[in-house]
């Protein structure tokens, strides 16, 4: 059938064709890369908004394995990569967008100036922003704009006033350039709030601000200050000295102070494109985390504070932290107690802490579950002193009060009537930690008497019960014991003997003895993280080096147990200790005195140091690698240095190396694989898991090493200021010269060799300091693998470039002072 259409109607088909398409559209396609909404238009689930030159991205997003809907704002790039959406700000992040109403839900810019979230069945906003000026807008005089800092802002089309700014609304990420202030009015502060947990960034527990002493405060609760930047000196806030170095890639940071007694901090990355933010992590931790390119991942450059157990309330009511779990949590129960919300437990958030199984009896038939290794500092803020002159007291007193939730008593105090042993815990436990080894003490845990089988006591046995369990009990060990006893016996004994030699082999000084030696101590030759070192000489003419240790706790008995372990460590390149000193908190250590000082002044050339040669450098590093492989892995205990670096590499008479400070880090049991312990070192030898928080390996060591190897090839420091105020890493500009450019490794050769050296030498020492000191521990070498190398009897495969400190400094800069 033929039908046949008028001209007339062809023409107003086409008229028609022609309006519609030149018709504003009022939402965002989702091919396009607008940074721009205009008033009118929107974006639907499916819709983003992209930066200009693309590093954020604005649109909806499910936050992990959550069925509900939020607009925020990610780093595009890592996206990409990673196809997980690191996210930097949330709109509603305490209004849900349910999945129900995911599909009719749009972000929206209306014509009197403000971005609203609408489910579009009640036309009803659930989340605005406050940006309504003061005069009617219409409908072409406002746009949002998404910046490439991650500021999405609001603008006035006539002339580009900014109405509002999600810079002035942070969530939990701190970006660079936008502004955390006080204002000195209204005595409030911009706050960053964590997430609630991975799934649900409704604001957590935990806060950052800035106060009225112009410091930055990690809050638990909003009440509760567990960790303070210190005070702004102009420079840096005083209890991070480590900004001084400015980590390389940033440019400045500082506060802007105004008349009304308000200010702002802000600070600025070298490399604006750079995707970088402070995170307030849900584990209480603000972490600087940097994207790199070239290892496709995230870095965390700093962790404050650097251990989860310091983070106040981290596992809630009644729950127990220790850095020794192995897994990703801190995180346990007391006994008789179960998790509060496991589900939320699943998601590492454990701010609802622990709850009792079963509810006390509050009577005399209540039981105490033992907990040892505590550390029993400001577990509660409820907690009552009580002078009992025994444990039983102290219990029994517990038991009276039905609040009291634990007790402790600490049996090493003095038995002195003025000395406070027994304390009563009440009400909910928060801060509890448990300590690896022998440290801390113990804390009893009230339980049901049906739970009287996990404690160490229970009021409800009967006697008959007792003593019927004593002899079952007894028959039983005096089997296992006289079975065991041979072995038992000859393990003690070689104990016993170890023990006795090492004693045999010290001396214990007296300390008017060593005050005499060191002409009360007033000849200084340094100073580290344990303590500062003296110089002495003893009555029969023998040169010592005397370290008065600070910080030290232990008893006597405890301290000379600990050294005489040291005194059991011998070996050719680390330096002998002689004995020490334990009188009441003087607590030294007596080592032999190396004639030629430390390796640091030989590099730097100090006074009247002479110049190192190449064979002498080689023969250092190689008895260094030595001295650490042995530490590492023929000691009976794993030892990590922690602080290997030129001032702790000492120089005998022979220009023999020997390793000084050993023994005095954590001692790492064989069985744990990694330890977490408190942050040590020195900046430019620091490994990168020291500032994530991550647990501590001997790899930390490989790459301090490392490090000083670079220093010891080039003889010159690794981390220079340059003139303008930035910091430099020669490991970086080295590995580009020599790996990238191709260069001869001649290049990095400190010039005061001339050229003198072994060639074939020099380019192994290169890739074993660039091999050692890569981003990831699996990628360095150990110690026994760096003397096999280094002695000839394996091969060195040539290393990639440092990714992570070329993504730390300015390429260009680096690259120019180290050419000069």
Known sequence: ?????????????????????????????????????????????????????????????????????????????????QKKKTVVWVANRNKAITINDSSSSEFKLIENGQLVILIMRNEIPIWSTDSTPSRTMNGSSVKAVLRDDGNLVILSSSNGDVLWESFDHPTHVHLPGARLGYNGLTKKAMKVTSWRNSEDPSDGIYSIELGPDKSFSLIWNGSQTFYNSGVWNGRFFSNIPE??????????????????????????????????????????????????SETRDWTVIWTKPLLHCQVYGVCGAFGV????????????????????????????????????????????????????????????????ALAADNAKKCELACLQNCSCSAYSYDTSSSSSSNSIQCLLWYGDLLNIEQLAGDEGNDLYIRLAPSQGH?????????????????????????????????????????????????YAFLTAFRYKDL???????????????????????LPDSTAIAVKRLEGVSQDHKQFRSEVSTIGLIQHVNLVRLRGFCSEGRKKMLVYDLMPNGSLEKYLNLQNDSRILNWQQRYQIA?????????????????????????????????????????????????????????????????????????????????????????????????????????????PTWASRKVISEGQPVLTILDNNLEGNVDIEELNKAFRVACWCVQDEEYQRPSMGQVVQILEGFLEVNPPPILSYLQAMVDSEESANFFSE
């Open 454 to 502: 996990l404690g160490s006591k229970t009021k409800a046995s009967p006697r008959w019960t007792i003593v019927g369990v004593v002899l079952f009990g007894t028959a039983i060990l005096l089997g296992i014991t006289f079975f065991f006893l041979y072995k038992w016996r000859r393990r003690r004994l070689n104990k016993t003997t170890k023990q006795e030699e090492a």
């Open 622 to 730: 190689t008895g260094v690698a030595r001295g650490l492989a042995y530490l590492h892995e023929k000691c009976r205990d794993c030892i990590i240095h922690c602080d290997i670096k030129p001032e702790n590499v000492l120089l005998d008479a022979d220009f023999s190396p020997r390793i000084a400070d050993f023994g005095l880090a954590k001692l790492l049991g064989r069985e744990f694989s990694r330890v977490m312990t408190s942050m040590r070192g020195t900046i430019g030898y620091l490994a990168p898991e020291w500032t994530s928080g991550v647990a501590i390996t001997a790899k930390a060591d490989v790459y301090s090493y490392g490090m000083m190897l670079f220093e010891i090839i080039s003889g010159r420091r690794n981390l220079k200021q340059s003139k303008d105020g930035k910091m430099c890493f020669f």
């Open 1 to 81: 059938m033929d039908i046949s259409i008028p001209p007339s109607t062809l023409f107003l088909i086409a008229f028609l064709w022609c309006i519609l398409s030149f018709a504003p559209h009022h939402s965002i396609g989702t091919s396009s890369a607008a940074d721009t909404m205009f008033a009118g238009q929107s974006l639907s689930t499916n819709q983003t908004l992209v930066s200009k030159e693309g590093k954020f991205e604005l649109g909806f997003f499910t936050p992990g394995n959550s069925k509900n809907y939020y607009i925020g704002i990610w780093f595009k790039e890592a996206f990409a990569v």
């Open 515 to 537: 005050k005499l030696a060191t002409k009360n101590f007033t000849d200084k030759l340094g100073s580290g993280g344990f303590g500062s070192v003296y110089k002495g000489i």
């Open 243 to 292: 900004m001084q170095v400015g980590y390389g890639f940033m440019s400045s940071f500082g506060i802007t102070y105004y008349e009304n007694g308000s200010y702002d901090f802000i600070y600025l990355l070298s490399n604006k494109t750079l995707p970088f933010g402070n995170f307030l992590d849900t584990s209480g931790q603000s972490k600087a985390s940097m994207w790199s």
């Open 321 to 384: 932290c220790s850095e020794n779990n192995i897994g990703p949590s801190v995180c346990q129960c007391l006994s008789g107690y179960e998790q509060r919300y496991p589900k939320d437990w699943d998601l590492l958030d454990y701010s609802g802490g622990c709850a009792r199984r079963t509810s006390l009896q509050c009577g005399n038939e209540d039981s105490f579950s033992k907990m040892p290794n505590m550390r029993l500092t400001k577990i509660s803020p409820s907690a009552n």
